[in-house]
């Protein structure tokens, strides 16, 4: 069955009305087709782009532009079905380097709006299929500290030798203590270029960042442990709470404004009105797989074959544990799956307090 996409999207933080847009499923891969062809050759005057220019040519109008190759295949369709219904849709011709070339797609047409509409056509389906990606990075403030991580190691042994009888409670479920941290938000960057540009859109949060902490390091406590779901005898994520030590909401207000201005950017897809501050200590993921991380909030944790384990013991004796204090001075962007010299994730980017 066919199943209609929102007539509005936001591309680049600019938000488009368009035409429907039908997505049918195929077996090796996803294609799409458009509502048929202009009945003129005068086409909407809502399908504008002014994210790329148009040149004229000798021969009419050309629009070239980077798309990450990952998301190529969904361009062409399968058998190319999906390149050839744009190009008869709109009355151009679409170019695309081969698999796994980074490089432009080049739109050329007769006509100035044929091309535009192609352009913004062509946005629509990759913006659609970018967000069935993986994430691959996300913006993290660490909660590494030696003092933490000493204190988090201390925490993991006393709950071992006091609670260890409990249902599922097993050393596997612990975080490393070396990649502690916070998950600000995540992001599908597909390619260098998306990457650099990223790290500079993080460098553009700084003036607000140092307006609410005035220039200065952020102290920060944290203190006490909190857990997930709404049974404490079946969790799946125990998370040590982090708070500003002045009690002050500087920390949540960072978070926040961070999520907006890539959300504006359409890098982001806001889940939440307000960043769960969570700095995750156990979780069942990592029971299964010693290579899950715990990047993200609830909502972004898969949850099949998860064993929970039952945390009232640990909530009565460990509810008000203090893992320590420390001075926040940074937000990076981290990759996922990595690790540098530190034992913490590799950094692609940063953006400093003070």
């Not at 090796?28 to 005068?42: R, V």
């Not at 691959?136 to 030798?161: A, C, G, M, W, Y």
């Not at 102290?219 to 030590?245: Q, S």
Request: a negative charge; hydrophobic letters at 35%; proline letters at 4%.
């Amino acid at each position: 069955m066919d199943v209609l996409r929102p007539t509005l999207i936001n591309i680049n933080g600019r938000i488009y009305r368009k035409n429907a847009i039908r997505e049918e499923n195929y077996e090796e891969e996803e294609d799409l087709s458009y509502m048929g062809p202009p009945e003129s050759e005068e086409f909407a005057e809502d399908e504008t782009c002014d994210t790329y220019s148009v040149e004229k040519t000798d021969k009419g109008y050309r629009c070239a532009f980077d798309v990450p190759s990952v998301l190529y295949k969904y361009i062409i369709g399968k058998k190319g079905e999906t390149r050839r219904r744009l190009e008869f849709d709109t009355k151009t011709s679409i170019s695309i380097p081969k698999q796994g070339v980074e490089g432009q797609i080049v739109i050329t047409g007769a006509h100035k709006a044929a091309v535009l509409s192609a352009v913004t056509r062509v946005e629509v389906l990759i913006e659609s299929f970018r967000r069935k990606q993986p994430f691959t990075h996300f913006l993290s403030i660490p909660l590494n500290d030696p003092k933490i991580q000493e204190r988090f190691l201390k925490f993991k042994d006393e709950v071992l030798q006091q609670c260890s009888q409990d249902n599922g409670v097993e050393a596997s479920i612990f975080q490393n203590p070396a990649k502690l941290h916070l998950t600000i938000g995540t992001l599908a960057l597909l390619n260098e270029t998306e990457v650099r540009k990223a790290c500079e859109h993080l460098q553009e949060c700084q003036n607000f960042i140092r307006d609410i902490t005035e220039g200065k390091p952020l102290p920060l406590e944290v203190t006490g442990i909190e857990y997930m779901n709404d049974d404490p005898g079946m969790v799946d994520v125990l998370y040590a709470k982090v708070d500003v030590k002045d009690r002050s909401d500087k920390l949540q207000a960072i978070a926040d404004q961070l999520i907006e201005h890539f959300v504006s950017l359409g890098l982001m897809v806001k889940e939440w009105d307000r960043v769960k501050l969570h700095g995750t200590v156990m979780n069942t993921l990592f029971r299964k797989d010693t290579t899950s991380e715990d990047t993200g909030g609830p909502g972004r944790q898969t949850v099949s074959e998860r064993e929970a384990f039952d945390a009232r013991n640990i909530l009565k004796k460990f509810n008000n544990f203090h893992f320590g204090e420390f001075e926040l001075n940074t937000v990076l962007l981290s990759q996922r799956y990595s690790t540098d010299c530190t034992g913490y994730y590799t950094t692609a980017g940063s953006v400093n307090f003070a």
